[in-house]
């Protein structure tokens, strides 16, 4: 009988979206009934202990993989990848590649060449989106692929549904900031808005912003008291440097990827507000949880035409959506469909 197995290892630093989506992803796997191949996940910081525990992970996969085991692995998996799936093919398993960055888009450390070439290994693919799996597809990938849609997001933590208090609507924001992600913001602080937006992140990233009566700065809140406290009306998504399209690597990578800030957003029970070229985008229409725009510019009409009655709609939407989210569903379907292909 098959077994539907993962390779963990030590996480530097869980508080990053990747990490957390991963490790989330390998608590769905274990509630599935996956077997763990690797040693038992960690969370020392030191550079030279993970190393050392990375390598005793992959030493202890070799000795327990079977034949038929269908191995799931996070794609990227550093200095690994290759050698995992050519070993567990050699031990006639198979392997699933989930994919949550490729190093040819934002970060360009491959080029597209030699990413497709390393996913090759794998006998099948789970691209974040329908968007990039057809990029994959165009693009030499030829072994059977699936999508994710949206990360999952695992929390104890359940939002609170908060009325709106004012005749203005909130927008939220949320990350680490930086010029090179989210400048767009300086432009913001230039505007007359007519809603809120309250930013939930480092000032200092952006240390020429001006102040502004409409923006509201709120120091760093972690994740799970976020998700229960927020209090807002939409939770925006865009990257860049301009109100117009998202612009930059980060905005450019939003045609590809699904953000994990997304799924945050949804958890805490915030309808989204999105760039319409977003890879996600289809979904939030789809799902009706949110609407996406070209530009920044439009956010006035759109907001002035939501009615209170809309507003609970997409609130019930997003409750709807968050509660698989919370339970793993997307990769659940997508593992699923993956081993009903092999």
């Known amino acids: 009988m098959s077994r539907l197995c993962y390779l963990t290892r030590n996480y530097r630093n869980v508080d990053t979206s990747g990490n957390k989506a991963k490790t989330d992803n390998e608590d769905t796997l274990e509630l599935m009934g996956a077997v763990n191949l690797g040693l038992k996940r960690t969370y020392y910081t030191s550079k030279v202990l993970t190393f050392f525990l990375d390598l005793s992970g992959v030493i202890k996969y070799l000795f327990s993989i079977r034949k038929g085991d269908v191995v799931l692995l996070q794609y990227p998996v550093k200095k690994y990848f290759s050698f995992l799936c050519n070993y567990a093919h050699?031990?006639?398993?198979?392997?699933?590649?989930?994919?949550?960055?490729?190093?040819?888009?934002?970060?360009?450390?491959?080029?597209?060449?030699?990413?497709?070439?390393?996913?090759?290994?794998?006998?099948?693919?789970?691209?974040?989106?329908?968007?990039?799996?057809?990029?994959?597809?165009?693009n030499g990938y030829s072994n059977p692929t699936g999508q994710l849609g949206l990360f999952d997001y695992r929390s104890k933590s359940a939002a609170q549904l908060h009325n709106q208090t004012n005749d203005k609507h909130r927008l939220v924001y949320a990350g680490a900031l930086a010029m090179r992600k989210n400048s767009f913001l300086l432009q913001m602080a230039e505007c007359k808005l007519s809603y809120e937006l309250h930013i939930y992140g480092n000032r200092s990233g952006l240390s020429s912003m001006?102040?502004?009566?409409?923006?509201?700065?709120?120091s760093f809140t972690p994740a799970d008291e976020f998700i229960e406290n927020v209090e807002g009306d939409f939770g925006l998504v865009w990257d860049g440097d301009s109100l117009d399209n998202c612009t930059g690597n980060?905005?450019?990578?939003?045609?590809?990827?699904?953000?994990?800030?997304?799924?945050?957003?949804?958890?805490?029970?915030?309808?989204?507000?999105?760039?319409?070229?977003?890879?996600?985008?289809?979904i939030i229409e789809k799902e009706d949880i949110g609407f996406c725009i070209e530009s920044l510019e439009e956010l006035d009409e759109k907001l002035s035409s939501i009615t209170p009655t809309r507003m609970a709609e997409l609130r019930n939407n997003v409750m709807r959506v968050s509660d698989r989210l919370r339970n793993g569903d997307f990769l659940k379907t997508a593992v699923t469909k993956a081993i009903e292909a092999l």
């Open 90 to 138: 050699l031990r006639k398993a198979k392997t699933v590649a989930l994919i949550h960055d490729l190093g040819s888009f934002r970060r360009k450390k491959l080029t597209v060449e030699k990413e497709i070439s390393r996913l090759m290994h794998a006998d099948y693919v789970i691209a974040s989106n329908s968007i990039m799996r057809d990029w994959l597809v165009s």
């Open 210 to 218: 001006k102040d502004n009566d409409n923006i509201i700065f709120h």
């Open 250 to 282: 980060f905005g450019e990578y939003l045609r590809f990827n699904s953000p994990h800030k997304v799924s945050f957003y949804i958890r805490a029970g915030l309808p989204i507000i999105i760039w319409k070229h977003a890879a996600v985008a289809s």
